[in-house]
């Protein structure tokens, strides 16, 4: 299996435009995570879903940001409007239920940068 | 709530020699809790865990982590560096039911 693949992996927009990540988890895996990392805030889940149904967006950090699961081998984290705030790297996250589901296949990330 | 502390945010070690990386914990209920690494400009990577059982935990890279509930530690151990070690390490717990809450992480230099 190829991992967990994210797309783009990295990212450069203007303050003010929509900005869509995208993660292919790994194939069979029931969860998928997306997290946020800063150097002031370190690593921050925003949103997790199981079995594409999202369960805790709690992290979420404003109305600006939204994702979604469409179906099991794909799924966007959406910024709209961005801002320089935002700057970070999103990493999605993938694992199998039960006891694994602590044993997380993290994609390589997205470096968003905000002008 | 859950949590966990990583006092460190740098440690520097010679290659061949011992190493550790301190965490602490806070939990209601039993600790789950585990390690991962980050290599530069990657995601990371599960090291380790322990759920149960032997307090003395053995996972990927020759990496180890001893629980000790009195001191509310689960540090993380390598008995020689490598270089080739260097690299970002978060300390990790269960929060109930399906997430992990990572501590803020220690950066691990192995000097040749």
């Known amino acids: 299996d190829a991992g967990v693949i994210q797309s783009p992996r990295h990212e450069v927009t203007e303050m003010g435009q929509e900005v869509t990540l995208r993660c292919k988890p790994i194939?069979?895996?029931?969860?998928l995570f997306w997290y946020r990392q800063t150097m002031m805030r370190g690593l921050e889940l925003l949103i997790y879903?199981?079995?594409?149904?999202?369960?805790?967006d709690s992290g979420m950090p404003e109305d600006r940001f939204s994702a979604k699961m469409p179906n099991a081998s794909f799924s966007t984290l959406k910024i709209q409007p961005s801002e320089p705030r935002d700057s970070a790297v999103y990493f999605c996250a993938s694992s199998l239920e039960g006891a694994l589901i602590y044993e997380q296949y993290f994609g390589p990330g997205t470096r968003l940068t905000v002008t | 709530a859950q949590s966990v502390a990583q006092p460190e945010d740098q440690v520097n070690v010679a290659e061949g020699n011992p190493l550790t990386v301190k965490c602490t914990y806070s939990?209601?209920?039993?600790?789950?809790l585990f390690w991962y690494v980050q290599y530069p400009n990657r995601g990371l990577q599960f090291l380790l865990k322990y759920i149960t059982g032997d307090n003395l935990v053995k996972g990927s890279y020759g990496f180890e982590a001893e629980f000790n509930k009195s001191q509310t530690s689960f540090h993380l151990k390598k008995p020689s560096a490598l270089v080739s070690d260097s690299a970002l390490y978060f300390c990790?717990?269960?929060?109930?039911?399906?997430?992990?809450?990572f501590g803020t992480g220690t950066r691990l230099q192995v000097f040749p």
């Open positions: 939990v209601s209920g039993n600790p789950y």
């Open positions: 990790a717990v269960r929060d109930p039911p399906d997430k992990l809450i």
């Open positions: 879903f199981n079995n594409n149904v999202p369960i805790d």
């Open positions: 194939s069979g895996h029931d969860y």
